[in-house]
């Protein structure tokens, strides 16, 4: 992947990219920390469902809004401000812990912050296409996610361990976050060295191979606006929506991830509520080390398929790719997590390297697809839908395994069951392809 750092614009987005999800794993592993762990605060399966849910639902709401931000700002311009602003949201925050203000404060506080990190993910999707050549998609798209992905990982398993190191207790936590406010400082002035424009969005770029989509308009906001009618804000909102529903490879691209999202967060579930089984026999340390191995092994996953996945993708194309990476989803995951629960832990290390190898071979070839065959003029948008149906599939998954409790181990046949069906079906669907969406994946190859 050496060819893909000579690009100076992708070496910044990259860094970028890396050093704010090193603060937003940090703001999230040092409130967990803090709060999900102690046993003093105890939650039920339905309450950790409903805390994601509730993590991820400020940009399910601003997410169209967001994207159509994307697709009309420079996106340099908004992944700096997004940093700047996380970085002052980090700055009340800790204060926030420090003093032991209420939840009610705190709690806006941390959810804001998390949208803002959305959108950030948003612009840097839309962005990577601007800065490689179209060979290059894949590759750049196994680094900068999977590799981002990574990093968070690594930050939220350290910042607990960091806090403890600096002490106990609220004081320890604020410091966590403070280090995350740096970060997004660094992250700030990093992007900022970028041209101005070498983002995007170019709004005149040729539609010849692309959709509004593969060659066909856009959608109802262009057939207002060659008309000269303006287009009217919920149009130019929805864009994204109606855009991804109508071009079949991309929404097809979008569900296989969203499929992986839910099976992940099933087994985050069930991991979560082991570990806290084990609190009363072996202490709140031994459970956090459980939930931190299993974590960290799942990054070194991904680290490793960042590796694999791009030649995976040039070499069967990354339709393929992503179905492959389905099918091993649904296979492994549910037979290692119920041998975990049934028989020893050593299944789960032994299955945590498989969700971050199989993620980065769905998330480059669909990636890659989504970048192909949507045009670089509302693939903000698109993208902005694409995240919103990733925090719903989590969500959908953590609610599918509270609802499997204490049947977990027929809930995880379940599980396997659909996800390889789902796997075999998207193989398939690489014959519906259309010859321009043909054309358009191929020249990522």
């Not at 050093?19 to 003093?40: A, C, H, K, N, R």
């Not at 066909?216 to 009217?232: D, E, H, R, V």
Request: include cysteine; charged fraction near 10%; hydrophobic fraction near 55%.
């Amino acid at each position: 992947m050496r060819h893909l750092l000579r690009h100076r614009a992708f070496r910044l987005l990259l860094s970028a990219r890396l050093l704010g999800q090193i603060g937003d794993g940090l703001l999230q592993g040092g409130l967990v920390g803090y709060s999900l762990f102690s046993p003093e605060k105890q939650a039920t399966a339905w309450g950790i469902a409903g805390a994601f849910a509730l993590i991820g639902m400020p940009y399910s709401v601003l997410g169209p809004f967001a994207g159509l931000l994307v697709d009309r700002l420079p996106r340099r311009r908004v992944i700096a401000a997004g940093n700047t602003i996380r970085a002052a949201l980090a700055v009340a925050i800790s204060m926030c812990v420090v003093r032991d203000a209420s939840y009610a404060l705190l709690l806006p506080l941390v959810l804001l912050a998390l949208a803002v990190n959305r959108l950030q993910l948003t612009a840097h999707a839309a962005s990577i296409a601007c800065t490689v050549h179209a060979r290059e998609r894949a590759e750049a798209n196994a680094l900068v996610p999977t590799l981002g992905s990574a990093v968070s990982a690594g930050a939220t398993v350290a910042a607990p361990v960091l806090a403890r190191i600096w002490g106990e207790g609220a004081a320890a936590t604020g410091h966590v976050i403070q280090v995350a406010c740096a970060v997004w400082v660094a992250a700030a002035l990093v992007i900022l060295r970028v041209g101005p424009m070498v983002l995007g969005p170019h709004p005149d770029e040729a539609d010849t191979d692309l959709p509004g989509s593969a060659g066909q308009p856009a959608a109802a906001a262009t057939t207002k606006a060659a008309s000269g009618q303006p287009p009217s804000m919920a149009s130019q909102v929805w864009l994204g929506f109606t855009t991804l529903r109508r071009v079949g490879s991309a929404r097809r691209a979008v569900t296989s991830l969203a499929l992986h999202r839910a099976v992940f967060g099933f087994t985050l579930l069930l991991t979560i509520m082991h570990a806290r089984a084990q609190i009363k026999d072996s202490g709140a340390l031994t459970s956090l080390a459980l939930v931190a191995a299993v974590g960290g092994l799942a990054a070194a996953g991904t680290l490793v398929g960042a590796v694999v996945a791009p030649r995976l993708a040039h070499r069967i194309g990354p339709v393929r790719a992503s179905s492959a990476g389905l099918l091993i989803a649904g296979t492994l995951l549910p037979l290692g997590w119920w041998l975990g629960l049934t028989a020893s832990h050593v299944w789960f290390y032994a299955s945590a390297p498989s969700i971050g190898l199989t993620y980065a071979a769905i998330r480059v070839g669909s990636d890659t697809v989504v970048q192909s065959v949507i045009a670089d003029r509302i693939r903000g948008r698109v993208f902005s839908v694409y995240d919103i149906v990733m925090n719903t599939s989590l969500v959908v998954g953590l609610c599918a395994a509270a609802s499997s409790l204490p049947q977990q181990s027929l809930g995880l046949l379940v599980c396997g069951l659909l996800i390889t069906a789902a796997a075999a079906h998207y193989a398939r669907s690489e014959r519906r392809l259309t010859d321009a969406e043909r054309l358009a994946i191929s020249a990522a190859r």
